[in-house]
């Protein structure tokens, strides 16, 4: 079946340390997006990408980095500028990015030890 | 800018009865329309959507119809289950979409038997 794939499904950070979160899709998806999840507040958009070796920042990019060498994968990078990092995070995909539904994953939960 | 606002929770209701969640919108020109729902731990999944004005989306016995003169997207379903507990999000996507979906903050719905 076709999907997407978050790994891992927890994570845990130490303080000034980046880590990646993974986000594959093989759902020949053009467009990937990744979120964040803080409760409350719904989801917000940190980045997103439309077409390999292209991405655009979203509401909150500051403390992140991704990149998009592959069509099936958009890692984030969770980097130590980032100060608050404990959230829930999802990547979603999309055909394209112009009125399709948005199909996400189940999420990595990043916490701060 | 886009924005999405949606009735706070939790909304608590007892098994069959009737569910409105309401969630209005403000975009500029023709957005499309989502709702999508959430379990404990898990991903987004679609629940329905709608892409212009006077469409009705449907799944699952849930309903929500596009209203532009109101600028609305209530969802609604006629007698709910106890497995319909979850959160529940208004989303709207821009046409074009080239900034991906605006959310809301999220409806939990608890239901009781």
């Known amino acids: 079946d076709g999907g997407i794939t978050q790994s891992p499904k927890y994570l845990f950070r130490k303080e000034g340390q980046n880590v990646t979160l993974s986000c594959e899709q093989n759902?020949?998806?053009?467009?990937m997006y990744w979120y964040r999840q803080d409760p409350g507040q719904g989801l917000r958009l940190i980045y997103y990408?439309?077409?390999?070796?292209?991405?655009q920042k979203g509401d909150i990019a500051e403390g992140y980095s991704v990149s998009r060498e592959k069509k099936e994968s958009f890692p984030l990078t969770v980097t130590s500028a980032q100060k608050n990092p404990t959230a829930f995070y999802l990547c979603?995909?999309?055909?394209?990015?112009?009125?399709?539904?948005?199909?996400f994953g189940d999420g990595t939960r990043l916490s701060i030890l | 800018g886009n924005s999405v606002t949606q009735m706070e929770g939790p909304v608590t209701l007892s098994e069959e009865a009737f569910l409105t969640i309401n969630c209005t919108y403000t975009?500029?020109?023709?957005?499309?329309l989502f709702w999508y729902v959430q379990y404990p731990g898990e991903g987004l999944q679609l629940l329905l959507k709608?892409?212009?004005?006077?469409d009705k989306g449907s799944n699952k016995g849930f309903e929500a119809t596009y209203r532009k003169e109101t600028t609305s997207f209530h969802l609604e379903k006629g007698s709910v289950q106890v497995s319909d507990s979850a959160v529940y999000f208004c989303?709207?996507?821009?046409?074009?979409?080239?900034?991906?979906?605006?959310f809301g903050k999220g409806t939990h719905l608890i239901i009781q038997p």
């Open positions: 989303a709207l996507m821009a046409r074009g979409g080239a900034d991906g979906l605006t």
């Open positions: 979603a995909s999309s055909k394209t990015y112009s009125n399709q539904p948005q199909h």
């Open positions: 990408s439309q077409i390999v070796n292209d991405f």
């Open positions: 709608a892409t212009k004005a006077d």
């Open positions: 759902l020949n998806h053009d467009a």
């Open positions: 975009a500029t020109g023709y957005p499309s």
